[in-house]
């Protein structure tokens, strides 16, 4: 098995994504013999910003080639004014590609990339799963949208939410990703959402 993992957090070591990403990882690592993690920093080297000549470097097709080669991607994922920040967002647009990871059919977008596992690695500030600021998350229904243009429909989603509301929800977000990460299933296939 492939595993491709990402981490897109400037903050660090005191990065939330980071640490619950790397758990992720771990996991996996503990039950799958002869697993082969690759390991891209997106911000430690971010990606350029895609461009039309840019697509045909040899430097884009291989982010492609990696992410094709994976059967499961770890991503990552802080929250960064109310999205994913700019250097995740990049690498979709390397892999994001007509005829590679999606094509238009005739009922529209297909998905080619349906038979790889993502899961999503969320750290939010605030919290979103409710109250008033439910409806300005754009970081986990655009991250559950791009992949799913790919054909990834059902990615494992752990979110630890309300970090920067002081030490004790910081503690108990955390604690509860981390034990929520202890039922990922380390499976090639698509787990429920
Ligand atoms: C540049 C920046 C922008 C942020 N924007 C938001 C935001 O819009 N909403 C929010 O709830 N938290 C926001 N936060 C807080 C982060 O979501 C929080 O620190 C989270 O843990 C980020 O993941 P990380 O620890 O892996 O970097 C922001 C933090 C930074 C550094």
Redesign the pocket.
Same mark, same amino acid.
């Given at each position: 098995m492939q595993l491709l993992h990402l981490d897109s957090?400037?903050?660090g070591e005191?990065?939330?994504?980071?640490l619950l990403s790397a758990a992720v990882v771990e996991r996996y690592r503990q039950r799958v013999d002869g697993i082969v993690v690759e390991y891209r920093d997106l911000a430690a080297a971010p990606l350029p910003h895609i461009t039309l000549p840019g697509f045909a470097t040899d430097a884009a097709e291989a982010v492609l080639a990696e992410f094709l080669a994976a059967d499961v991607v770890v991503l #990552?994922a802080?929250?960064?004014?109310?999205g994913i920040p700019s250097q995740l967002k990049s690498w979709f647009d390397h892999i994001l590609v007509a005829g590679k990871t999606f094509r238009y059919g005739a009922g529209g977008v297909e998905g080619l990339a349906g038979g790889k596992k993502a899961v999503i690695v969320l750290?939010?500030? #605030?919290v979103?799963s409710e109250g008033p600021r439910a409806g300005v998350e754009h970081a986990e229904t655009h991250l559950r949208a791009m992949l799913g243009f790919i054909g990834i429909d059902r990615p494992q989603v752990i979110v630890?939410?309300g970090?920067?509301m002081g030490d004790e929800p910081r503690r108990a977000a955390i604690d509860a990703a981390l034990a929520a990460i202890e039922h990922v299933a380390a499976a090639k296939e698509p787990a429920e959402a």
């Open positions: 957090s400037i903050q005191t990065s939330v994504s980071r #990552g802080p929250m960064y004014n109310l750290s939010r500030g #605030g979103y630890a939410e970090v920067a």
